[in-house]
């Protein structure tokens, strides 16, 4: 059981790179997150998903996009990279169906450095 | 709004000696709160969440950790430290109230002392 999956596990971009951090999942959950993890700031949402189709954003979501054509990808894009977002990324999922005490599964996360 | 604020971000414990990390939240309707591990160069693992049922939450590895209304709190504990503990972990808070985010705390880094 693979859970949620993220490619690449590392990535130096230059400044003004585009990139796409992908991330799958196979347990059939309704709902996708994307965070960002920094030294001492814990985890930030940048956007989430709670199906297909349906995207929101979330505290930090300036500099980035996302996608949900299936049920099991959501994959981040960043489209002009800065400095400010060399950070680690981590892609979770909930489910099955709604519900806020569903817990979240983490990938292992993407190293991202903007240089 | 909700928050979380973790009081700490390191703390060091001898092994076999009682671990206490600290979680207080801030929430305008009754909480979800749980109780992330992230080890080294890895996702965060859940170790127990609280759902309004048992006020006191058993979880994984031996954790605990006990829902307090009163004092807006939800620590951490565990009797006994053992060397595989070392890791960070975050508190995280949500409600069923049509908010289904969760906000994290800032972490803890766990040092356990041979």
């Known amino acids: 059981n693979a859970g949620v999956t993220q490619t690449p596990k590392f990535r130096i971009l230059k400044i003004g790179q585009s990139m796409t951090l992908q991330c799958t999942q196979d347990?059939?959950?309704?709902?996708m997150y994307w965070y960002r993890q920094d030294p001492g700031m814990g985890l930030k949402l940048i956007y989430y998903?709670?199906?297909?189709?349906?995207?929101d954003k979330g505290e930090v979501p300036n500099g980035y996009n996302v996608s949900r054509s299936t049920t099991e990808d959501f994959p981040l894009r960043l489209e002009l990279a800065a400095p400010s977002q060399t950070s680690v990324y981590f892609c979770?999922?909930?489910?099955?169906?709604?519900?806020?005490?569903?817990?979240?599964?983490f990938g292992d996360g993407t190293r991202l450095s903007i240089l | 709004a909700q928050s979380v604020t973790q009081l700490g971000s390191h703390v060091s414990v001898s092994e076999g000696a009682l671990v206490l990390l600290r979680c207080n939240y801030s929430?305008?309707?009754?909480?979800?709160l749980f109780w992330y591990v992230q080890y080294p160069n890895q996702g965060l693992q859940l170790l127990l969440k609280?759902?309004?049922?048992?006020?006191l939450v058993k979880g994984i590895n031996g954790f605990e950790a006990e829902f307090k209304k009163s004092e807006t709190s939800f620590h951490l504990t565990k009797p006994s430290a053992h060397m595989s503990d070392a890791a960070e972990y975050f508190c995280?808070?949500?409600?069923?109230?049509?908010?289904?985010?969760?906000?994290f705390g800032t972490g803890t880094r766990l040092t356990i002392i041979p």
């Open positions: 929430s305008s309707v009754p909480p979800y």
């Open positions: 347990m059939n959950h309704n709902y």
């Open positions: 998903s709670v199906g297909a189709g349906i995207t």
């Open positions: 979770a999922s909930s489910g099955p169906g709604q519900g806020a005490n569903q817990p979240q599964h």
């Open positions: 609280y759902t309004s049922a048992a006020t």
């Open positions: 995280a808070v949500t409600s069923n109230f049509g908010n289904e985010k969760l906000t």
